[in-house]
C-alpha cells in the first residue's frame, strides 16, 4: 500500500511538470509553499512583506495594511514557478520564513504579532488590533529604529481583534484612514458612546429651552416675580449642565471600560 501511494504521487509530481507551465523544486530556508507573484517593485528584497493593491502586488508601506498578502522570499522550501511569466517572484503566504522588522514599534519578542509598518516592506510589532502578517519566532531589538533586521515569523495573514486595549485612540485611527484598526466591538463601543452624548445634549438643551421659555412668560405676567423666576432659571441652567456631563461621563465610561 505504502509504495503504491508513492508511485502515484510520484506519476502525479511528474505529470504536473510535464503537462504545465510550473515548476517545482525545493529548498530549506523557508517552510512552505510559495507561488509565483508579478510583483511591481524593482527593489524588492528578500523578506519584504507584499500587498495586494489595485496596481498589483507591491511592498507594504502602511501600518496595519488591511491587504497583507505574504512575503517575498529568494530560498524558498517549495516554488511553484510559473515558467511562462518569468518576471515573477516567489512569494509564500503560509508557512515560516524570514522578515525584515524594525524596532519601529517596540522591541520584538519570540511569540508577538508581526504586522506591517510605515518603512516600505518592513514588519513591526502589532500592539492593538488590525491586519497582521503572523507570529515572531524569534526576538528583535535595536536601539535604532530605522534599522532592519529579519526575524523567523509564523506567517499566517489575518485581521486580529485579540488586543484588549479598549483605550484605542479614535481620533489618531482615523488619521491614519485604517478602518481595520475598528473592531466590531470597539465600533460598537465608539457609536455607544456617541449616541448617549447626543441624547443627553439634546435632553439637556430642549429641557431648558422650555423652562426658559416659561420662564419669559411667566415673567411678562408677573414682573414683581422677576428674582424668583431667575433663580429658578439659573437653578434649571445647572440641571442641564448637570445632564450634559452625566451623559459625557457615561460615554468615556463606555470607551475605557
Same mark, same amino acid.
Given at each position: 500500500?505504502?509504495?503504491?501511494?508513492?508511485?502515484?504521487?510520484?506519476?502525479?509530481?511528474?505529470?504536473?511538470?510535464?503537462? +504545465?507551465? $510550473?515548476?517545482?523544486?525545493?529548498?530549506?530556508?523557508?517552510?512552505? %509553499? !510559495?507561488?509565483? &507573484? /508579478?510583483? @511591481?517593485?524593482?527593489?524588492?528584497?528578500?523578506?519584504?512583506?507584499?500587498?495586494?493593491?489595485?496596481?498589483?502586488?507591491?511592498?507594504?508601506?502602511?501600518?496595519?495594511?488591511?491587504?497583507?498578502?505574504?512575503?517575498?522570499?529568494?530560498?524558498?522550501?517549495?516554488?511553484?514557478?510559473?515558467m511562462d511569466d518569468p518576471l515573477t517572484k516567489p512569494v509564500i503566504a503560509s508557512g515560516k520564513a524570514n522578515i525584515?522588522? +524594525?524596532? $519601529?514599534?517596540?522591541?520584538?519578542?519570540?511569540?508577538?504579532?508581526? %504586522? !506591517?509598518?510605515? &518603512? /516600505?516592506? @518592513?514588519?513591526?510589532?502589532?500592539?492593538?488590533?488590525?491586519?497582521?502578517?503572523?507570529?515572531?519566532?524569534?526576538?528583535?531589538?535595536?536601539?535604532?529604529?530605522?534599522?532592519?533586521?529579519?526575524?523567523?515569523?509564523?506567517?499566517?495573514?489575518?485581521?486580529?481583534?485579540?488586543?484588549?486595549?479598549?483605550?484605542?485612540?479614535?481620533?489618531?485611527?482615523?488619521?491614519?484612514?485604517?478602518?481595520?484598526?475598528?473592531?466590531?466591538?470597539?465600533?460598537?463601543?465608539?457609536?455607544?458612546?456617541?449616541?448617549?452624548?447626543?441624547?443627553?445634549?439634546?435632553?439637556?438643551?430642549?429641557?431648558?429651552?422650555?423652562?426658559?421659555?416659561?420662564?419669559?412668560?411667566?415673567?411678562?405676567?408677573?414682573?414683581?416675580?422677576?428674582?424668583?423666576?431667575?433663580?429658578?432659571?439659573?437653578?434649571?441652567?445647572?440641571?442641564?449642565?448637570?445632564?450634559?456631563?452625566?451623559?459625557?461621563?457615561?460615554?468615556?465610561?463606555?470607551?475605557?471600560?
Amino acid at each position: 500500500m505504502k509504495y503504491t501511494t508513492f508511485i502515484a504521487s510520484a506519476l502525479f509530481l511528474f505529470a504536473l511538470g510535464v503537462l +504545465s507551465p $510550473i515548476s517545482i523544486y525545493a529548498q530549506d530556508t523557508s517552510v512552505g %509553499t !510559495s507561488i509565483s &507573484i /508579478p510583483i @511591481v517593485n524593482s527593489d524588492v528584497k528578500d523578506g519584504n512583506i507584499i500587498t495586494s493593491t489595485p496596481n498589483g502586488y507591491e511592498l507594504t508601506t502602511i501600518a496595519y495594511d488591511s491587504n497583507i498578502y505574504g512575503v517575498y522570499t529568494e530560498f524558498p522550501s517549495i516554488f511553484l514557478e510559473n515558467m511562462d511569466d518569468p518576471l515573477t517572484k516567489p512569494v509564500i503566504a503560509s508557512g515560516k520564513a524570514n522578515i525584515l522588522v +524594525s524596532s $519601529i514599534n517596540g522591541d520584538i519578542k519570540e511569540n508577538d504579532l508581526i %504586522t !506591517s509598518s510605515a &518603512i /516600505p516592506g @518592513v514588519g513591526q510589532k502589532a500592539t492593538r488590533n488590525g491586519m497582521i502578517l503572523g507570529t515572531a519566532l524569534q526576538d528583535y531589538s535595536n536601539s535604532d529604529q530605522e534599522a532592519t533586521g529579519k526575524i523567523l515569523v509564523a506567517v499566517n495573514p489575518h485581521f486580529n481583534a485579540a488586543f484588549t486595549d479598549s483605550k484605542t485612540n479614535i481620533w489618531e485611527t482615523l488619521r491614519s484612514a485604517d478602518p481595520s484598526a475598528l473592531t466590531q466591538l470597539t465600533s460598537l463601543r465608539y457609536l455607544l458612546a456617541a449616541g448617549i452624548v447626543l441624547i443627553s445634549l439634546a435632553i439637556g438643551f430642549i429641557y431648558f429651552g422650555r423652562v426658559t421659555s416659561r420662564g419669559v412668560e411667566a415673567l411678562g405676567r408677573n414682573p414683581l416675580a422677576s428674582r424668583t423666576i431667575q433663580l429658578n432659571l439659573f437653578l434649571n441652567l445647572i440641571m442641564m449642565i448637570v445632564i450634559i456631563l452625566v451623559g459625557l461621563g457615561i460615554g468615556y465610561m463606555i470607551l475605557i471600560l
